[in-house]
């Protein structure tokens, strides 16, 4: 078989950090791909990036970018998304679509292939979307224990790494860790951190070094965040629960990448933590690790850089 006769890929976004991400799986996994398009904003156009094991040129986001290519992923801010993913679709490619734009659009299906393959069938837009990076850190898990058990309720607590605000959150750790570096005076006393660190929060509304920040996202009604309402609304739509009572609570923790969860799940059938390590241990993307007597539990250190999802400390 000939790269003529493969699937051409287009990656939107091919030099950010997503898109970086992006090209080193497509160098390190099986090769399903013909011709690779590695596309950004025009100020980007003529630079050359690796992509499986070849310099690639980057060519400047224009319609024609789109003519033959069987799909066009997206990862770009939402406004980009929104003017750009259906011109690719009208120019024949699916677009598989990163941002928030489309996630909760009737005519867009909201896709995590562990969860609800199939819903990717039917795409009126041609546009499939995937869901917000928390939400897509439990929902395998939550997917897979719905199917068995019948999920009536939940309640998830996250605690989200910098990566999730983009380069400028993963920028702005490093700087602020290297500010307090070594400085052992710092954080017996109130203020003593936002001194240190100064003015430049980058994208957060707090220091992230050496603390906590419960916010992630903006301001919606009744005091919850966007994040939270994120992980409500794209759980009911991935499960296809649309009544699904969901309380989340984002915070932003002081990890370069890899998000983690801590869920309160209520069922339908009465379940075990025995039945739900069962029902976990042969779910497909999902990594059971949960023996705490012999330390062993996930952290963002261990999985980091892993696709499944990987769960521990299980208790009714």
Sequence with gaps: MTDKDLPSLAIVGATGAVGTVMRQILSTRQNVWGEIRLVASA?????????????????????????GVDVAMFDVPDEVSAE???????????????????????????????????????????????????????????????????LTRLFASSYQAASGAGQDGIDTLHDQLSKVAGNRDIGSQPGDVRRVVGDDLGPFP????????????????????????????????????????????????????????????????EVTADAAREILRDAPGVVLYDDPARGEFPTPADVVGTDPTWVGRIRR
Excluded: Y
Aim: a negative charge.
């Design 84 to 150: 750009w993913a259906p011109i690719a679709a009208e120019r024949g490619a699916i677009a598989v679509d990163n941002s928030g734009s489309f996630r909760m659009d009737p005519d867009v299906p909201l896709v995590v292939p562990e969860v609800n393959a199939r819903a990717a069938r039917n795409r009126p837009k041609g546009i499939i979307a995937n869901p917000n990076c928390t939400t897509l850190s439990m929902i395998v898990v939550l997917g897979a224990l719905h199917a068995e058990l019948e």
């Design 43 to 67: 100020r980007s156009a003529g630079r050359k990036l690796p992509v499986r094991g070849e310099e690639v040129e980057v060519q400047a986001l224009a319609p024609e970018v789109f003519d």
């Design 206 to 269: 707090a220091p992230l070094a050496m603390n906590v920040v419960p916010w992630a996202g903006s301001l919606k009604d009744d005091g919850w965040s966007s994040e939270e309402l994120k992980i409500r609304n794209e759980s009911r739509k991935i499960l296809e629960l649309p009544g699904l009572a969901v309380a989340a609570t984002c915070v932003r923790v002081p990890v370069v990448t890899t998000h983690s969860v801590a869920m309160q799940a209520t069922f339908e059938r």
